[in-house]
């Protein structure tokens, strides 16, 4: 199983990017999938999540309202699309597909978003 993100990058506030988690070797529709950010030094905090049924979206207090998870599962991705960036959004953002009943939780590396003031 390999999780792979891309599109992060450096942004000035109130900028928009829009990440990608392409998945290989699982099917989405049989997973969760979240995204997480870390800065250095922090944990590794929870961001945005779909349910495996795809009928449960969540998110982070501190992005709500400006980030918006979604899935293409015929192209096993997920994206995270960011908009009204702010500095304190600056971080390495993991993308995690996990499966309580079969028991694994995979995560991909990260990818850097840098939020400019």
């Known amino acids: 199983v390999q999780l792979q993100a891309s599109g992060g990058g450096l942004v000035q506030t109130g900028g928009s990017l829009r990440l990608s988690c392409r998945a290989s070797?699982?099917?989405?529709?049989?997973?969760?999938v979240s995204w997480f950010r870390q800065t250095p030094g922090g944990e590794r905090l929870f961001v945005a999540g779909?349910?495996?049924?795809?009928?449960?979206?969540n998110y982070a207090d501190s992005v709500k309202g400006r980030f918006t998870i979604s899935t293409n599962n015929a192209k096993n991705t997920v994206y995270l699309q960011m908009n009204s960036l702010k500095p304190e959004d600056t971080a390495v953002y993991y993308c995690?597909?996990?499966?309580?009943?079969?028991?694994?939780?995979?995560w991909g590396k990260g990818t850097l978003v840098t939020v400019s003031s």
């Open positions: 070797g699982l099917t989405f529709g049989t997973y969760g």
């Open positions: 779909i349910s495996r049924a795809g009928d449960g979206i």
């Open positions: 995690n597909a996990n499966s309580r009943i079969l028991g694994v939780d995979y």
